[in-house]
């Protein structure tokens, strides 16, 4: 899924503001000025179209997420984990550890 703008595309394919989308265990839809993007793995990506997004697990995830979205443990500690497993002192290194080229 690809959001640029007021834009939304699946696999290439223009998906219609406004217009729900559901494919494959993928649902693309428009609550307000929102849109959400969930999928059947338990994932609900929401984006205000500007500069807010949130993240939401369902709780079968819980302890079994890692990355930029942290563990989901609840526990503070474990929430800046790297890709090698080490802990990031610092937000900024956490997110930089996650960098792709």
């Known amino acids: 899924v690809v ?3 007021q834009n939304v595309s699946v696999n290439g394919a223009a998906v219609p503001e ?8 993928l649902g693309v839809t428009w609550p307000g ?3 959400a993007v969930a ?3 338990g994932v609900r990506v929401a984006w205000d179209r500007h500069l807010a ?3 939401t697990a369902e709780p079968e995830l ?3 997420t890692w990355g930029l979205c942290g563990t989901y443990t609840d526990d503070p500690a474990d929430d800046f984990v790297r890709p090698d497993g080490a ?8 997110g930089n550890a996650w960098k792709v080229p």
Not at 87 to 94: D, E, G, K, N, W
């Open 3 to 5: 959001a640029e703008g």
């Open 18 to 25: 406004g217009r729900p989308y559901l494919h494959k265990g």
């Open 33 to 35: 000025d929102w849109v």
């Open 39 to 41: 999928s059947s793995l």
């Open 53 to 55: 997004v949130t993240v």
């Open 62 to 64: 819980r302890g079994g």
């Open 87 to 94: 802990i990031a002192a610092f937000a900024a290194a956490f």
